[in-house]
């Protein structure tokens, strides 16, 4: 295989505790349907308006799970990137949120384990009236570089 360059995210030694990233998300009829595809999920609290109107939350809301997905793409994409793996998800849902909601979540790096190879995130979303909706605490694996040797980069080369 030849050797092409391939984004990686950020390695630990090239975080930060204090480094944030901040980012806005409208919750689409779109998202919702594809989630509701994907996972076969036919809770009518998460899309059938007449549904929601006659339960507490008076509207459909939005699944928890998709909530997660934005922070674990976001921390796939962003922060610490590329070739990061979550090994812990604490999630904590102050209220629900609605369809169509417009959220803003922070991360920040609150602490960097180097004996353990392990970065804690902190999240906090909040909706366009600034109320906080939810709060998570993510553990990751940042991204390794391995490196390879001239020998091994020949042999791979000339193996093809």
């Known amino acids: 295989m030849l050797n092409y360059s391939r984004k990686i995210g950020k390695t630990i030694d090239e975080l930060v505790e204090g480094q944030s990233i901040s980012l806005t998300e409208t919750i689409e009829d779109s998202q919702l349907l ?6 076969n999920d036919a809770n009518p609290l998460f899309i059938q308006h007449d549904y929601g109107k006659e339960t507490e939350y008076e509207q459909p809301i939005v699944p928890t799970i998709m ?45 960097i384990d180097k004996m353990k190879d392990v970065v804690t995130i902190s999240i906090k979303a909040h909706n366009y009236e600034d109320d906080r909706v939810l709060d998570s605490v993510v553990m990751v694996h ?15 080369i000339n193996n093809e």
């Not at 594809?34 to 996972?39: A, C, K, P, S, V």
């Not at 997905?69 to 629900?96: D, E, R, Y």
Request: charged share 15%; proline share 8%.
């Open 34 to 39: 594809l989630y509701l595809g994907l996972t």
């Open 67 to 111: 909530l997660m997905g934005i922070i674990s793409s976001t921390i796939s994409k962003h922060l610490p990137g590329p070739g990061s793996n979550i090994v812990n998800f604490s999630f904590n849902l102050v209220q629900p949120v609605y369809h169509y909601e417009t959220l803003t979540f922070h991360f920040e790096v609150i602490k």
């Open 142 to 156: 940042p991204p390794k570089l391995i490196k390879t040797t001239q020998i091994e980069e020949e042999v791979t």
